[in-house]
């Protein structure tokens, strides 16, 4: 192998422009392909800019050329030559240094590569779980290596637009105390505390409060968190976030600052202008419209309340599920109707996957409907429902009954399914939206008892405060989330900093007072010496950038990231350690099968 002494590089690849033409240039990167068409052989050199062609010609440099003949894909080489404009006949439109190539004069071959596993190129089809494998690999396609750089330019793009707007980037803690609430803790044994643990963040949200008591008032940091919960195709078991809290704020201030950051980003990303303010949705407006408290509003099929209707049918399940307090909703699938009985029958596995117990349906026809249901129905109760439901010829109506929770999952899933099928979905538009006005409180069945609905420092709504002592359900709370096409990509809220309220709160959802301090005993003892009012909020980074990247699939975006159940391909992380780094930590395994 030969080296680069007294060689230096001049331009990445598609750094060159026609203006370069005639320039001698050093280019260095790895072999994409070679062709041979004898006395000419042609190499494709790929590093992170993208590609340029390089030519070797016997007739010029017969030496050179057998050398070139000796490459392979994935070779590392550098090349001195002259920047040169191709014939017009050559010009390969598809290829953004299409007009451009390199009369290599001069070789060096740095290292040697075996064959790939897989090809690397632009849009690989090659099984992912080897492509994770053998990461590295991977992280030279053009596509991949867009996104981590894309990722870069959105930290980039945050730094610098909350530096502008008197925001510190402040470090916290990757080793802190374990505050089970939500998902549960990655633990970290301690060597010179034995017996004792620390806790992975699973987000900054103690520390984030501290730097407000500190008075530091406006705080950011692009931070890892870390959770040990089952994973989707969007979530990592650690991940980064976007994470700031301000002081002497109200949620108005939070939004304002973050439609600004969302618009920035988009400005300087994409080329696109997302006017403000953002459209807002309130929790509960966004489950009886769209079946879901993070709504793709880019397309219609809402669903509709036809609990009214039916409540006194004949037909037992939708008169049952109203009678128990739950309800009956629906969604005209336009134009549907040609569905079928199979394509009906399937939406129907949709629901129950959401542990619905079935989906009714209505297809009106020229001369009437057909349905399994309409026996059922009175002609009132059907001309009735086809009148709520905007319904016309040639639609497709789907119920489903039960309580609401039930409904509206399942309903809010199905209608996300038919956008698809149906093509409603328009995937070159973004579509940002607020969610506001969450409950403070939801009623946790297994423990029997009030939980936060976010966490417990959440403040509630000042009109709503009365309510904590006479009915908790109606106490809404001062959280907001950020949609982002369906996606969750934030979400925050003003927190409690008064010590008589959140001591009411943490006795609400079940806390002793010693439980309290166990738990948060610092943040209470802070909260002794005058914190001011303050709120803030969290994006999810990756998740971000994976939807600016034009991506469904997380691990896109990821330089290293885990799988479906939480392990590394490539490193095989998790793995055994040495019995004797478990002792130094006191710890002694025990074999799940002997549980």
């Not at 620390?198 to 530091?216: D, I």
């Not at 040990?228 to 078991?237: G, I, S, T």
């Not at 290293?560 to 004797?580: C, G, H, R, W, Y």
Request: aromatic share 8%; proline share 5%; glycine share 6%.
């Amino acid at each position: 192998m030969e080296t680069l002494q007294g060689m230096k590089r001049t331009h990445r690849c598609a750094e060159l422009t026609v203006n370069d033409a005639g320039k001698e240039v050093v280019l260095m990167g790895w072999v994409q392909r070679r062709r041979d068409l004898g006395a000419l052989i042609f190499i494709t050199l790929r590093d992170r800019s993208g590609i340029m062609q390089i030519v070797f010609n016997s007739d010029t440099n017969p030496e050179l050329h057998q050398k070139a003949f000796q490459l392979r894909s994935e070779y590392v080489v550098a090349v001195r030559g002259t920047l040169a404009l191709r014939s017009p006949k050559d010009i390969n439109r598809d290829m953004p240094t299409g007009e451009l190539e390199v009369l290599a004069t001069e070789l060096r071959l740095l290292s040697k590569s075996e064959t790939p596993p897989f090809f690397i190129e632009e849009n690989s089809d090659a099984n992912e779980a080897l492509r994770l494998k053998y990461r590295y690999l991977d992280l030279r396609r053009p596509d991949l290596q867009r996104n981590i750089m894309l990722r870069h330019r959105v930290a980039k793009i945050t730094r610098d637009y909350f530096d502008a707007n008197g925001f510190l980037e402040i470090e916290t803690p990757v080793l802190t105390k374990s505050t089970p609430e939500g998902a549960r803790d990655y633990l970290v044994p301690s060597r010179v505390h034995p017996g004792k643990f620390y806790a992975l963040p699973q987000s900054p949200q103690l520390f984030k409060q501290l730097l407000m008591v500190s008075g530091f008032d406006r705080y950011m940091q692009i931070t890892k968190c870390f959770r040990d919960e089952d994973l989707r195709a969007d979530r990592q078991p650690e991940f980064t976030q976007i994470d700031l809290e301000m002081s002497f704020v109200d949620v108005e201030d939070v939004i304002r600052i973050n439609e600004g950051f969302i618009q920035t980003v988009f400005r300087e990303v994409l080329g696109i202008e997302i006017p403000t303010p953002f459209k807002r949705l309130t929790f509960k407006e966004a489950m009886e419209r769209y079946g879901s408290d993070k709504p793709d509003t880019r397309f219609g099929l809402e669903l509709v309340d036809v609990s009214d209707l039916v409540k006194d049918s004949g037909f037992k399940v939708f008169a049952d599920a109203v009678a128990g307090g739950g309800s009956v909703r629906a969604i005209n699938a336009k134009g549907a109707g040609s569905f079928s009985r199979k394509q009906i029958d399937a939406l129907g596995e949709v629901v129950k996957t959401y542990k619905a117990k079935g989906l009714a349906w209505i297809v009106i026809e020229e001369d009437g409907v057909k349905s399994p249901i309409s026996k059922f129905l009175s002609e009132k109760e059907l001309s009735d429902l086809i009148n709520r439901l905007n319904g016309e010829k040639g639609d497709l109506l789907l119920f489903v009954a039960d309580k609401n929770e039930i409904v509206f999952d399942a309903l809010g899933h199905l209608r996300l399914d038919l956008g698809k099928k149906l093509n409603l979905i328009d995937n070159s538009k973004y579509d940002v939206l607020w969610v506001t006005e969450f409950p403070l409180l939801e009623w946790d069945e297994e423990e029997k008892r009030w939980v936060a609905k976010h966490h417990p420092f959440t403040s509630p709504m000042d009109e709503d405060i009365e309510y904590l002592d006479t009915d908790p359900s109606k106490v809404r709370a001062k959280a907001y989330d950020i949609i982002l096409n369906g996606y969750e990509i934030g979400g925050g809220s003003i927190r409690i900093h008064n010590q008589e309220l959140q001591n009411k709160m943490f006795n609400i959802i079940g806390f002793t007072a010693e439980q309290a301090r166990e738990r948060f005993g610092f943040l209470l003892e802070a909260f002794k010496f005058g914190p001011p009012p303050h709120g803030g909020l969290a994006f999810g980074f990756d998740r971000l950038v994976m939807l600016l990247a034009g991506t469904d699939n997380i691990r896109d975006v990821i330089a290293f990231p885990k799988v479906q159940n939480a392990s590394d391909l490539m490193t095989n992380a998790p793995d055994i350690v040495d019995e004797k780094q478990l002792e130094e930590l006191c710890i002694k395994t025990v074999d799940p099968g002997d549980q």
